[in-house]
């Protein structure tokens, strides 16, 4: 019979000896490889006491930005909506009114700004897609929770805190 490929490995059917039959140095040979495992060093780290270190293009929750007078970045152009490939990031824009010029940047901000991060995957698009540097992936841990409606991060989660009101008090 010609073989079809060259991958094809004739199977050894000769009956087994003696030593095979009683499988000791099948046993032997896998307690030889779990002692050997026992004396390797370990990857486990202490968790609360000893933090792994992440890379360096580790992505990790959002953070909308302000600017050196405290004003919000966000200008609300919807850019960062349209890149988030999991549609994670709903907005709503409105203008800005007299008097608010302190608070935000241009004459449009955003008035709602939500991060569904159950949907979000952390691609980071957002971030490359925001023309003013509003939005940021910082290097925070996602935090578990209990319910669904605190894995939605509104506006006010994400902003950072204002350095003048935090001067204050």
């Known amino acids: 019979m010609q073989k079809l490929t060259s991958r094809a490995v004739l199977i050894d059917r000769s009956p087994m000896t003696f030593g095979e039959r009683v499988y000791l140095p ?3 040979k ?3 490889i779990t002692l050997g495992h026992i004396f390797k060093k370990t990857a486990t780290t202490r ?6 270190p992440f890379s360096p293009v580790f992505r990790g929750l959002h953070i909308l930005n302000r600017d050196e007078k405290g004003a919000e970045r966000c200008t609300a152009c919807g850019l960062c ?5 999991a549609e994670a990031i709903t907005m709503e824009a409105a203008e800005r009114k ?3 010029e302190n608070l935000y940047r241009e004459e449009k901000y955003a008035a709602r700004y939500e991060i569904n991060m159950l949907r979000c995957i952390f691609c980071g698009f957002c971030e490359e897609a925001c ?7 910082s290097e925070t841990i996602m935090p578990a929770n209990y319910t669904r409606e ?3 991060y509104k506006k006010q989660d994400l902003l950072i805190p204002d350095p003048k009101k935090t001067e204050n008090k």
């Open 81 to 85: 909506a349209l890149a988030c490939p």
């Open 47 to 52: 968790y609360p006491e000893v933090k792994r």
């Open 98 to 100: 007299p008097g608010e």
């Open 26 to 28: 099948s046993i032997v």
């Open 150 to 152: 605190s894995f939605i």
């Open 131 to 137: 023309p003013k540097d509003a939005i940021y992936l």
């Open 30 to 32: 896998g307690l030889g």
